[in-house]
C-alpha cells in the first residue's frame, strides 16, 4: 500500500510550483501547452494516495485545459497546507 511521504508532497510542489511560476506569466500558447502537458504526465506517475488528496474528487484534476489553472492554485495551496501538517 502507497502512503503519502514527506518527499512526494515535496518533490510534487517543487515541480508544480515551478511550472506554475513559468505559466502563470507567459503569454505563449505553445508554452503553456507544453507545461499542461508536462503537469498530466506528472500526475499520472505521482502516487495515488497523493494524487487523490489533491484531486478531492475530482477525476480530470490537473489534465482538463479548462480548469488547469485553477487545478494547479489548488494543489499549490493542499501541499502547502499538507506539508506544514494540515489537512
Do not use: N
Not at 514527506?6 to 517543487?14: L, V
Not at 499520472?44 to 480548469?67: E, I, N, R, V
Request: net charge negative.
Amino acid at each position: 500500500m502507497q502512503t503519502i511521504t514527506t518527499d512526494g508532497m515535496e518533490q510534487a510542489y517543487c515541480f508544480i510550483h515551478q511550472k506554475w511560476r513559468v505559466y502563470e506569466h507567459s503569454s505563449m500558447d505553445w508554452q503553456k501547452d507544453d507545461i499542461e502537458y508536462a503537469i498530466a504526465q506528472y500526475a499520472g506517475s505521482m502516487g495515488k494516495p497523493l494524487y487523490q488528496a489533491l484531486a478531492c474528487g475530482k477525476p480530470d484534476f490537473l489534465t482538463d485545459h479548462a480548469t488547469f489553472a485553477a487545478d494547479m492554485r489548488h494543489a499549490l495551496a493542499r501541499l502547502e497546507r499538507m506539508m506544514h501538517g494540515g489537512a
